[in-house]
């Protein structure tokens, strides 16, 4: 049975020869996997609303799970944008701080559990980023924020302390700091 959600993909990367999986960030079910297939092809239908940072309206095909075979991603059936932050993509600053908020997010958020004040942190985000809003006070804010509803609360440092949690480096940071820096 086919189910509907609303996400913006935040990650994604190439399956096989023309799939590609999508981590996406949905209002119903928080974080999921999805697999598109054969989206990568020139003919594909899905192809325009399955790109990073759109929010898009998604018709899922459940994975299998009879017997032995177990097919592992949920499979993308369907999808319409909603939205496409067209602005987002006009400035280079949005775009970094756009790579940021999605890699923070993907890497703070465990899996597929629905959280509406993380859903609206992210799509306010987008939003804030999308309008032209400046990208450091939209990133500084969706950092305290996204630590403080995960009980981390207020942090003099948000992006270091992120990484000291993680234990690792947050890779569109380095990339952030470079552009902010030239182009503010």
């Known amino acids: ?3 509907k959600t609303r996400g913006i993909i935040i990650r994604r990367s190439n399956a096989n020869d023309f799939d590609r999986l999508l981590t996406v960030y949905t209002k119903e079910f928080g974080k999921v996997l999805l697999k598109a ?14 790109e990073l940072f759109l929010y898009s309206r998604l018709m899922v095909a459940p994975a299998r ?20 932050f067209s ?9 970094a701080a756009a790579y940021y908020l999605s890699e923070i997010t993907d890497k703070l958020v465990a899996g597929p559990e629905k959280d509406g004040d993380i859903w609206n942190l992210l799509l ?15 990133i500084g804010n969706f950092e305290n924020k996204i630590l403080e509803h995960l009980g ?5 440092n948000p992006a270091d302390f992120i990484e000291a949690i993680l234990n690792e480096r947050i890779k569109s940071k380095m990339f ?3 552009i902010v820096n030239n182009f503010s």
């Not at 804030?128 to 400046?134: A, F, I, Y």
């Open 87 to 95: 602005k987002l993509r006009q400035n280079i600053s949005s775009l």
């Open 65 to 84: 799970r009879t017997g032995k075979q177990t097919r592992s991603f949920d499979i993308v059936a369907g999808a319409e944008t909603i939205e496409n």
């Open 152 to 156: 981390y609360g207020q942090q003099k």
């Open 176 to 178: 952030l700091s470079g």
């Open 124 to 138: 306010g985000g987008f939003n804030q980023l999308n309008k032209g809003e400046d990208a450091q006070k939209t």
């Open 1 to 3: 049975m086919l189910y």
């Open 37 to 50: 297939k054969s989206v990568r092809k020139n003919e594909s239908k899905l192809k325009g609303h399955l």
